[in-house]
């Protein structure tokens, strides 16, 4: 039995007009958000407006199927989710919509260009907090960088001098620690909160039922990233209304 065959379409190109890299990057984004590299090809490049052909072998359709149905769901998993808010990205950047089908069906519409925007917000410095595992110590200036990563799956660099540097590594690919600084962030004209920076003063090693704790208190927080809520109350309550961060 034949697979399944997928055509992401590009309405602000064609082939003849849409750069070599710029197919590229979209090409391994479309792989990314598909999964399963073994079993996934790419087909060809169809005429008129952009249109890559992938096809997926049998015994994969339906985990790819699987992924897809996920990809613009909020509680997708991360590489679910970042291939997917990429590509809208790109195609926004390139004034362009998107859509992604599966013989007649839609299987799912990129906005692009028609995404709503939101008046970008900042950028601002907020106290902070971290909770994760340090993964990374280094630096070869006065500074240092610490690379922390939440039970998200996320990657966080966190600027920390150098003395604070020679702490954390006592805890590289150990416990997990939560480290305490100034955050600065933006909101996109896509409604989205972006952490540009974060300075690391100080932490502590956190016990288990700490973790735990703190990741059932997020996940508990209704986040109105779309309701224009005011920045400052909104991470007052992911810091549980206290004035600390959580």
């Known amino acids: 039995m034949t697979g399944e065959e997928y055509e992401f379409q590009i309405d602000a190109f064609t082939p ?24 996934v090809h790419f087909d060809k490049l169809k005429k008129g407006s952009v249109r890559l052909l992938a096809r997926v072998e049998h015994e994969a359709v339906p985990k790819v199927r699987m992924r897809l149905q996920d990809a613009g769901d909020p509680e997708a998993p991360e590489d679910v989710r970042r291939p997917y808010k990429k590509i809208d990205e790109m195609l926004r950047s390139d004034n362009a919509v998107g859509k992604l089908r599966r013989g007649t069906s839609n299987v799912i519409r990129f906005p692009g260009r028609d995404a709503k925007r939101n008046p970008r917000m900042g950028p601002f410095t907020e106290p902070a907090e971290i909770d994760g595992k340090i993964v990374r110590v280094g630096g070869t200036d006065e500074t240092a960088h610490a690379l922390i990563e939440p039970a998200d799956g996320s990657v966080i660099s966190a600027e920390c001098s150098r003395e604070l540097a020679v702490q954390l590594a006592r805890f590289l690919y150990g416990a997990p620690v939560r480290v305490v600084g100034n955050a600065r962030w933006e909101r996109t004209d896509a409604g989205e909160w972006k952490l540009l920076s974060f300075r690391a003063k100080e932490f502590r090693e956190l016990r288990a039922d700490d973790l735990a704790t703190s990741i059932a208190r997020l996940r508990r927080i209704e986040m109105p990233w779309e309701s224009g809520s005011d920045p400052t109350e909104l991470l007052q309550r992911v810091r549980g209304g206290s004035g600390e961060a959580h």
């Not at 750069?19 to 391994?28: E, F, K, N």
Request: proline content about 8%.
């Open 16 to 39: 003849a007009t849409i750069p070599m890299a710029r197919l590229a990057q979209y090409l391994a984004e479309l792989a990314a958000l598909l999964g399963q590299p073994e079993r």
